[in-house]
């Protein structure tokens, strides 16, 4: 049984091996007849990294805001219960 188990697998090695092969085979002759225009890609690069940068600095851009808001609400809730604990304190002696 466990020798049936082993070839069994050695044989779902190779199908796979094979197709792969066979995969890479015919993407490989899929790229090489594709006729490209290097000045083409060149605008296209530069295109795609444009508009890459400008995604992230706009993702920079939102992200700092949120954070400065959330570090405002912070700050304030801080600051409103260090007077309201200071206020208390005041109450709490002039009684």
């Given at each position: 049984m466990m020798n049936t188990r082993n070839i069994e697998?050695?044989?779902a090695l190779l199908a796979a091996l094979?197709?792969?092969i066979?995969?890479?085979a015919a993407a490989g002759s899929a790229l090489a007849a594709?006729?490209?225009n290097d000045t083409d890609v060149g605008?296209?690069?530069r295109a795609t990294t444009d508009e890459t940068?400008?995604?992230a600095r706009e993702a920079v851009a939102e992200t700092a805001a949120e954070a400065?808001?959330?570090l405002?609400?912070?700050?304030t809730f801080d600051l409103d219960n260090h007077l309201s604990d200071i206020t208390f304190t005041l109450l709490a002696a002039n009684k």
């Open positions: 697998n050695k044989l094979i197709v792969l066979g995969v890479s594709e006729t490209v605008v296209t690069d940068i400008n995604g400065a808001e959330a405002k609400v912070e700050n």
